[in-house]
């Protein structure tokens, strides 16, 4: 597809168990930023990738959180044990660089019972 | 701390009238800004931006003014359309240019334009 997409669309799982999350962003965008949005909130910063540099992680609340980018491509989101504070909308972009984020996939709905 | 505020949860207007929303802020770090519009099940989708060094940037039917000294933004819609209906968000970034992707949004408000 020419967007960005992120699978699945919905999980719902059990307190303390791991889920991972995946993007697949648009094809030659070298910048990948994982959102998350929480009932009633604004969407909050996660992580972010650019090129070959290190990843900002400063927006994971929590060492349970975890992101990696394999081959400058596809991104997985991992979170361990999860709580139900975790729940939200997660939700990944792409872009070329520069700033602001012009394409967002859809997001995956967490749901932690 | 909510550094970003969009202070009306909704908004509704009447088809050809104007949609006035607004945006404030208390990071005077903060040089980039952009609003985002987001339809229900589809991820926001990037509308238009300003950057620190302008107070106006127009698009169509859609203009962002910046007011600095107020810390205050807000995205007019002329005219509006039904299809205009959705949740729009402000989002900020610091040192432009630099900090890329990395914005703070505010909460959303929920735009309902009528026909």
């Known amino acids: 597809g020419a967007g960005v997409s992120q699978s699945p669309s919905n999980k719902v799982t059990e307190k303390g168990k791991d889920v991972e999350l995946r993007c697949d962003p648009i094809?030659?965008?070298?910048?990948l930023y994982w959102y998350r949005q929480s009932l009633g909130q604004g969407l909050e910063f996660l992580i972010y990738?650019?090129?070959?540099?290190?990843?900002?992680k400063s927006g994971l609340p929590s060492d349970r959180f975890s992101a990696e980018r394999t081959g400058g491509s596809v991104s997985t989101l991992t979170i361990q044990r999860t709580q139900q504070e975790d729940s939200a909308v997660y939700l990944c972009?792409?872009?070329?660089?520069?700033?602001?984020?012009?394409?967002f996939g859809p997001g995956t709905r967490l749901t932690v019972l | 701390d909510q550094q970003v505020k969009q202070n009306s949860p909704s908004l509704s207007v009447q088809e050809g009238r104007i949609s006035i929303l607004n945006c404030d802020y208390t990071?005077?770090?903060?040089?980039?800004f952009l609003w985002y519009k987001k339809y229900p099940a589809e991820g926001p989708t990037f509308l238009i931006s300003?950057?620190?060094?302008?107070d106006k940037n127009e698009d169509g039917r859609f203009t962002v003014f910046l007011n600095k000294s107020a810390k205050h933004l807000s995205l007019h819609i002329v005219p509006s359309q039904p299809g205009d209906s959705a949740v729009y968000f402000c989002?900020?970034?610091?040192?432009?240019?630099?900090?890329?992707?990395?914005?703070?949004f505010g909460q959303g408000t929920i735009l309902t334009v009528h026909p």
């Open positions: 972009a792409s872009s070329l660089g520069g700033v602001g984020i012009g394409f």
């Open positions: 990738f650019q090129g070959n540099s290190a990843p900002d």
């Open positions: 094809s030659g965008h070298t910048a």
């Open positions: 300003i950057s620190s060094i302008k």
């Open positions: 989002a900020a970034s610091e040192d432009g240019g630099t900090s890329y992707g990395k914005l703070t």
């Open positions: 990071n005077s770090m903060f040089d980039y």
